[in-house]
C-alpha cells in the first residue's frame, strides 16, 4: 500500500494567492482528517469527513479555509486568500472507523 | 479547547531509558496514542492502548496508563540515537468527534551517544 499521498510537498506562495493542498487516502479508508502543525499550536484538527461527508469543521480557521471530498480517493483543501499566517505543515491522515490513523508526509506551506 | 500536556523536551544517553509523560483531558477517551515524528516527516504511529488496560508492552516500548490521573506514559528501553525524534501523545476527541485526535505539543527526545 502506498499510505497517505499528499502534493505537494512543498508550497511557497505570495500573500493573496490562492493555495490548494491534495490529499489521497488510504484506499478502503472512511475517514479523512486535515490537520495543521505550527510551533506556536501545534497539531490541530481543521476538519474530518465520514464517507465524503464533513462531519466536523469547527477548527478551520475562518472563511478563507474550505475543505471538499468529491470523492472516496480524493480531498482538497484550499486557502484564499493566503496570508503569512497560514505558513505551517498541513498534514493528511486517513483511517477505518475502527482503526488508527495513517498520516501523509504532510505538504509545507510558506505563505510569503 | 483544553490541552494535552507534555514536557518539551528530553535528553538521554544512549542505552538509558527513556520516560516521556503526558497528560489528557478526556476521560471519555477510548484509546491514546503515542506518535513519533521524525524531522521533515510526517507521524508515525508507534504504538496505542485501550482505556481499559493500564499497561501496554511492544518490544522496547512500555506505556503505561493511570485514567484517574489522565496521566500516560511511554517508556522506551535501551534508547538508540535513532529515537531521536518529537513524540506526540494523542487522545481521541470527544464523543461528537468520532476517531479525530487531539494532540499534544510534542516531546523532542535528544540521544547522545
Known amino acids: 500500500d502506498a499510505g497517505v499521498i499528499q502534493s505537494p510537498r512543498h508550497e511557497v506562495t505570495e500573500m493573496g494567492q490562492e493555495v490548494t493542498l491534495r490529499c489521497k487516502p488510504i484506499s478502503g479508508h472512511d475517514y479523512l482528517f486535515w490537520y495543521r502543525q505550527t510551533m506556536m499550536r501545534g497539531l490541530e484538527l481543521l476538519i474530518y469527513f465520514n464517507n465524503n461527508v464533513p462531519i466536523d469543521d469547527s477548527g478551520m480557521p475562518e472563511d478563507r479555509f474550505s475543505a471538499k471530498m468529491p470523492n472516496a480517493s480524493f480531498s482538497t483543501l484550499k486557502i484564499q486568500p493566503s496570508e503569512p499566517r497560514d505558513s505551517a505543515v498541513y498534514f493528511c491522515?486517513?483511517?477505518?472507523?475502527?482503526?488508527?490513523?495513517?498520516f501523509g508526509p504532510g505538504t509545507r506551506l510558506t505563505v510569503l | 479547547g483544553e490541552d494535552v500536556e507534555q514536557s518539551l523536551f528530553l535528553s538521554v544517553r544512549e542505552g538509558d531509558s527513556s520516560v516521556i509523560n503526558c497528560t489528557y483531558t478526556?476521560?471519555?477517551?477510548?484509546?491514546l496514542y503515542w506518535y513519533k515524528q521524525e524531522p521533515g516527516a510526517g507521524l508515525q504511529l508507534l504504538t496505542y492502548?485501550?482505556?481499559?488496560?493500564d499497561m501496554k508492552q511492544d518490544q522496547r516500548l512500555t506505556v503505561l496508563l493511570n485514567k484517574k490521573d489522565k496521566h500516560l506514559s511511554l517508556r522506551i528501553a535501551d534508547t538508540q540515537t535513532g529515537d531521536s525524534a518529537i513524540y506526540f501523545c494523542a487522545e481521541t476527541k470527544g464523543s461528537n468527534s468520532g476517531y479525530a485526535l487531539n494532540f499534544g505539543k510534542g516531546t523532542s527526545l535528544l540521544v547522545t551517544p
Open positions: 492502548i485501550f482505556s481499559n488496560m
Open positions: 491522515a486517513s483511517s477505518t472507523e475502527s482503526d488508527t490513523q495513517y
Open positions: 478526556d476521560s471519555s477517551s477510548t484509546y
